[in-house]
């Protein structure tokens, strides 16, 4: 059973867009380097935030704007909650985690497994 693990994230305004453009390419580069992590997605940012354009730019886009100060998603996907315990146990996450929750304001993770409707 696929397992969706999902952070909302809001860098701090310190942060520079270089620094958030290292810190995405370090965390999606896990893929490579823990086993049980399948999948990563994610969007560079490349554009301002909340551009009206529709190119996929890594912030929040919606025009409902419920985003509660998040500017950020990253999805990973695993084979199941004991995939999510060893990545969340690997040494490479360890050390890629504490970098990256310095540069955070605040952040929410939810693991789930996604139920399909058809």
């Avoid at 560079?44 to 419920?66: A, K, Q, T, Y």
């Avoid at 315990?85 to 890629?96: G, M, S």
């Amino acid at each position: 059973m696929a397992v969706k693990h999902v952070l909302l994230a809001k860098f701090k305004e310190e942060v520079s867009p270089e620094a958030v453009d290292d810190l995405i390419k370090g965390y999606a580069n896990l893929v490579s380097l823990i086993p049980p992590m399948k999948a990563f997605h994610w969007c560079l940012p490349s554009l301002p935030p909340f551009s009206s354009s529709s190119e996929c730019v890594g912030r929040d886009v919606s025009i409902e704007n419920l985003h509660q100060g998040f500017t950020h998603v990253f999805e990973s996907t695993f084979d199941g909650v004991e995939g999510i315990a060893e990545y969340i146990a690997h040494p490479a996450h360890v050390e890629f985690a504490n970098k990256f929750l310095l540069a955070l304001e605040k952040f929410i993770v939810i693991d789930y497994a996604p139920t399909a409707v058809n």
